[in-house]
């Protein structure tokens, strides 16, 4: 098993651009989430998803958006970059039911000049 | 929501001594508490998690203790060793929510 594969590592932006950050898991986990790391405030999440077809909003969402077509599949669109988004993104999967643990991918460093 | 506060931020020890992380909670409906490691340029590791039907829980050198009335839980390294050295995170979890709420990291280096 790969675990959590996010791609790409590393990736600068001018403001005002777009992409998508890729996540896949490949442990048929039903949960998957998305978080962003910056220096002293921890992980905050942004989108959360609790299967096929269903996402939610997290604690900071504007800015993003996510779909999830397929269970190992939970992308996170930036639509305008803004520098305010520069920071460390994390994707994560666990199976459903509450006492479970959380599989984190490797990050994404992001910079938006 | 829930509010998970962590301290210290930072801790700096002597290899072979103890670290303690402590970390307080708000929900008293939380009743999940991961800890994980997160070595440089990696992703959060699990290390170590507890429930609230139990108050503490060892794993070798790493015990975890936990305290439903003042809604606080810490974790214990003992022993430490320089691969000790990470930032770790403590998180609350109400499994019938389903979303985790992470302190804000304790950056612990071990000086050998």
């Known amino acids: 098993n790969a675990g959590v594969t996010q791609t790409p590592k590393f990736q600068v932006l001018k403001t005002g651009q777009s992409m998508t950050l890729q996540c896949a898991q490949d442990?048929?986990?039903?949960?998957m989430s998305w978080y962003r790391q910056d220096p002293g405030m921890g992980l905050r999440l942004i989108h959360y998803?609790?299967?096929?077809?269903?996402?939610d909003q997290g604690e900071v969402p504007n800015g993003y958006n996510v779909s999830r077509s397929t269970t190992e599949d939970f992308p996170l669109r930036l639509l305008s970059a803004a520098p305010s988004q520069t920071s460390v993104y994390f994707c994560?999967?666990?199976?459903?039911?509450?006492?479970?643990?959380?599989?984190f991918g490797q990050g994404t460093r992001l910079t938006v000049v | 929501g829930e509010n998970v506060e962590q301290h210290p931020s930072t801790l700096s020890v002597q290899e072979g001594d103890s670290a303690v992380i402590k970390c307080t909670y708000s929900?008293?409906?939380?009743?999940?508490f991961p800890w994980y490691k997160q070595e440089l340029g990696k992703g959060p590791q699990l290390i170590i998690d507890i429930r609230s039907n139990v108050g503490e829980k060892k794993d070798q050198r790493i015990a975890v203790t936990l305290n439903k009335t003042a809604k606080h839980f810490s974790l214990h390294i003992t022993e430490t060793q320089p691969e000790d050295s990470a930032v770790y995170f403590c998180a609350a979890r109400n499994t019938n929510a389903g979303k985790s709420t992470f302190g804000d990291g304790t950056t612990l280096t071990v000086k050998p």
């Open positions: 998803s609790v299967g096929a077809g269903i996402t």
């Open positions: 929900d008293s409906a939380s009743n999940y």
């Open positions: 442990m048929n986990h039903e949960y």
């Open positions: 994560a999967s666990r199976r459903s039911g509450g006492n479970t643990e959380a599989f």
